[in-house]
Structure formats: C-alpha cells, structure tokens
Nanobody
Framework: QVQLEESGGGVVQPGGSLKLSCVASGQTAAIAAMSWYRHPAGKPRQLQLVDSINSGGRITYHDSVKGRFTISSDFAADTIWLQMDALNPEDTAVYLC?????????WGRGTQVTVSS
C-alpha cells in the first residue's frame, strides 16, 4: 500500500501563487509516476488531470495550466510538488495527488485551493 499526503492548499487572490506538496509513504519502491488531479469547484464529479511526471522525468500538462503550473519531483524522496502561478478563479478546486505503482493507482485525500478576491 502507498499512502499519499498533500499539503499547501489555501486561499489566494487572482494572479497569486501557491505551491502544493505531496509525500508518499508505505510501499513506495517502484512508483512509476505521480500526478496531480483536481475536482473543479461546483463540479464534484469532474476529475481533471493537471500534471503528471514519471520516474524518467517525462511531464504531461493539461492545456489549461501550461505556462502557469510547474510540476517537479524527487522520486528518491517520494515527493512531488506543484508550483501554481497566475492563478485564476477557474483553478479553484480540490487538488489530489496520485501515484502509480505496478498496476495500482493510489490517491491522497486532497487539498483545497480557492482563488478569490
């Protein structure tokens, strides 16, 4: 089993920045990739892939965050980060961290990000 814990969410004004962190624990050996997803505000059934990074460093960004969000990782420390800049109200969501290990996906509980003036 892999446990994931996100942190760094909060309330920020439009145009502001936040940095999210996700730390994996448990059976973390052989984690192949880690990703950030989000449930947009008012759309709890919608799940968007935000950013994803694998152990080889390959990165995938959602079109809506390209140029604004930056994912980084330290797989040796089982940690990923999401630097979010130029935030806008449409970025308001619960952000969840996931990890892929062999054929299983593991999820954190999420951290709330609210962008509001």
């Amino acid at each position: 089993q892999v446990q994931l814990e996100e942190s760094g969410g909060g309330v920020v004004q439009p145009g502001g920045s936040l940095k999210l962190s996700c730390v994996a624990s448990g059976q973390t050996a052989a984690i192949a990739a880690m990703s950030w997803y989000r449930h947009p505000a008012g759309k709890p059934r919608q799940l968007q892939l935000v950013d994803s990074i694998n152990s080889g460093g390959r990165i995938t960004y959602h079109d809506s965050v390209k140029g604004r969000f930056t994912i980084s990782s330290d797989f040796a420390a089982d940690t990923i980060w999401l630097q979010m800049d130029a935030l806008n109200p449409e970025d308001t969501a619960v952000y969840l961290c996931t990890a892929q290990r062999y054929l299983a996906d593991y999820w954190g509980r999420g951290t709330q990000v609210t962008v509001s003036s």
